[in-house]
């Protein structure tokens, strides 16, 4: 069964640290592009970071400087090392894959099920 496996997520204080992990199965082939998605409370899930398969990188201009995506292709795991947190970064987190699976032509989305990320002041 495809399956992204999300760890790393916790409470913490301002200006803490966290290091989310999404591992992913080998069945999604042909990957295009990867990234974290945050959904806070009563509001709508916005991406906060994207990786191309060639390695491009973009940010949500409210993590820049702060968070980073990685990956780990030996271990089919994606990384977002997120510095210097605020009570805003609180929310869920998912993880995000676009690509195939077994006989699958066409590139479709896959989600990870959340990590939940809480920030105190």
């Known amino acids: 069964q495809v399956q992204l496996v999300e760890s790393g997520g916790g409470l913490v204080q301002a200006g803490g640290s966290l290091n989310l992990s999404c591992a992913t199965s080998r069945s999604i082939v042909d990957i295009n592009t990867m990234g974290w998605y945050r959904q806070a409370p009563g509001k709508q899930r916005d991406w906060v970071a994207l990786?191309?398969?060639?390695?491009?990188?973009n940010y949500a201009d409210s993590v820049k400087g702060r968070f980073t995506i990685s990956r780990d292709n030996a271990k089919n795991t994606v990384y977002l090392q997120m510095n210097s947190l605020k009570p805003e970064d609180t929310g869920v987190y998912y993880c995000?894959?676009?690509?195939?699976?077994?006989?699958?032509?066409?590139?479709?989305?896959?989600w990870g099920q959340g990590t939940q990320v809480t920030v105190s002041s």
């Open positions: 995000w894959i676009s690509g195939r699976v077994g006989i699958m032509r066409r590139s479709v989305d896959f």
């Open positions: 990786m191309t398969s060639g390695g491009t990188t």
